[in-house]
């Protein structure tokens, strides 16, 4: 696998180093830094398997390890900064209200649990969940238990198209690649309306601030 460049050499290389737990923590990896996808670890690794330099069971195992660890250290991060530390940041954010994540806070304690096991299916989403999951408390094994079993669905299905694609694993990642770009593109466009329609809110204040005056 020399002749991989970029992150799937990065990848490969771990894997060729360290085996099945190079594949773990390049998962592990992906999580906290997401701009490395799985989309290109998880079929490398079941492609590695597929040639015999790799354990199949070793691999998924690892890789699900890999995703726990990294979306523990997130929660960690979101436990350790706190709701106290997000509303005194939101505050000073223009555009942004605290009500905002007040809003954001009630959605959560609605629908977190499915947002944490489904959000391991989305790319980008699968590591920022685990950030409102600390901060919010929910409670660790809940959050453990729903991560472990969302990722090793994703893991598996990828593990497995590599595994079965053999030197042609690259096609899943060109495929999920593309899925990738989509969510991505979304929600650049969500965040756009969002900073639309607040502005446009703000100038009409203004105006009926101007208005009003003698």
């Not at 040639?51 to 890999?66: P, R, S």
């Not at 990828?158 to 593109?185: A, H, Q």
Request: aromatic share 10%.
């Amino acid at each position: 696998m020399s002749d991989i460049g970029g992150i799937a050499g990065f990848a490969a290389d771990l894997m060729e180093w360290l085996g099945a737990p190079g594949a773990g923590l390049a998962v592990a990896l992906e999580n906290i830094f997401p701009p490395i996808p799985s989309e290109v670890i998880l079929p490398l690794a079941g492609f590695t398997a597929s040639v015999g330099d790799m354990n199949l069971a070793a691999a998924l195992i690892c890789t699900t390890l890999g995703s726990i660890v990294g979306a523990l250290a997130l929660y960690g991060i979101g436990q350790a900064f706190g709701r106290d530390r997000l509303y005194a940041v939101v505050a000073r954010i223009p555009l942004v209200k605290v009500t905002d994540v007040e809003k954001t806070e009630a959605w959560f304690a609605k629908h977190g649990t499915k947002a944490v096991f489904f959000g391991r299916f989305i790319p980008i989403f699968r590591s920022l969940i685990s950030i409102p999951a600390g901060l919010e408390r929910m409670p660790l094994r809940i959050f453990l238990t729903l991560t472990a079993l969302g990722s090793a669905i994703w893991n598996t299905l990828f593990i497995m198209l590599g595994y079965g694609l053999g030197s042609r694993w690259e096609t899943v990642s060109d495929v999920v690649g593309t899925y990738s770009k989509v969510v991505l593109v979304a929600a650049v466009l969500v965040v756009v309306v969002f900073v639309v329609v607040r502005v446009v809110q703000l100038r009409r204040r203004q105006r009926a601030g101007l208005s009003e005056e003698p």
